[in-house]
């Protein structure tokens, strides 16, 4: 029988250490949810990505999360990424060709 645990610890995702931590400690997303006052799906999508907001990640810290475990603190600004700008093209007169 296969086991979702990895054999050797190490070789386990920050988000497979954080469910381990998660069951050995009686932490479930729904409990996570009500202490934050969001939803268990909005918690789960928090932890599962690689960054989170700032002020998520203290309050989850301040319930005795270990910060390792969980994503990077990052305010993402909200809305339309910035376009990125397109290589200008050479002009066709100024390309050398060979006979």
């Known amino acids: 029988m296969h086991s979702p645990i990895a054999a050797n610890l190490t070789e386990l995702s920050r988000q497979e250490k954080l469910r381990l931590?998660?069951?050995r400690n009686r932490w479930t997303y729904a409990r996570l949810a009500?202490?934050?006052d969001i939803t268990?799906?909005?918690v789960a999508k928090l932890c599962n990505q690689s960054t989170m907001p700032v002020r998520r990640h203290?309050?989850?810290v301040a319930l005795g999360v270990p910060a390792e475990l969980l994503p990077q603190p990052l305010d993402v600004k909200p809305g339309p990424k910035p376009r990125r700008l397109a290589e200008p093209a050479i002009p066709a007169a100024s390309v050398a060709t060979t006979v």
């Open 34 to 36: 009500r202490s934050l």
């Open 58 to 60: 203290a309050q989850i």
């Open 21 to 23: 931590w998660m069951s």
């Open 40 to 42: 268990s799906n909005a």
